[in-house]
Nanobody, 125 residues
């Protein structure tokens, strides 16, 4: 079993930056592909970014490309999502996810079998 705890969300003005952190426990972190997703009110959960076990392969959604970076520190069992130039449309609950079985990091909700509780990000205009 994998436990995921997100932190770093909050209220930020448009144009600002946030770094979200997800701390994992319960399994050797370097065996997990990791992902970030977000869900705005009334919308489906959508992919934001994912990273492979070693950190050598990353995927970024078009909606945040050029503004978001995903990274991980396998020594600290932590994955990060840095987002700059935030927009009101980025307002959502952000979820960290882990996958223990696939060979490459997924970009869909179904690709992940462990989820955190989420952290709220609110971007004011």
């Amino acid at each position: 079993q994998v436990q995921l705890v997100e932190s770093g969300g909050g209220l930020v003005q448009a144009g600002g930056s946030l770094r979200l952190t997800c701390a994992a426990s319960g399994r050797t972190f370097s065996t997990l592909n990791m992902g970030w997703f977000r869900q705005a009110p009334g919308k489906e959960r959508e992919f934001v970014a994912s990273i492979s076990r070693s950190g050598g392969l990353t995927y970024i959604a078009e909606s945040v490309k050029g503004r978001a970076t995903i990274s991980r520190d396998n020594n600290k069992n932590t994955v990060y999502l840095q987002t700059n130039s935030l927009k009101p449309d980025d307002t959502a609950v952000y979820y960290c996810a882990a996958d223990s079985s696939r060979s490459v990091p997924g970009r869909t909700v179904n690709a992940y079998n462990y989820w955190g509780q989420g952290t709220q990000v609110t971007v004011s205009s």
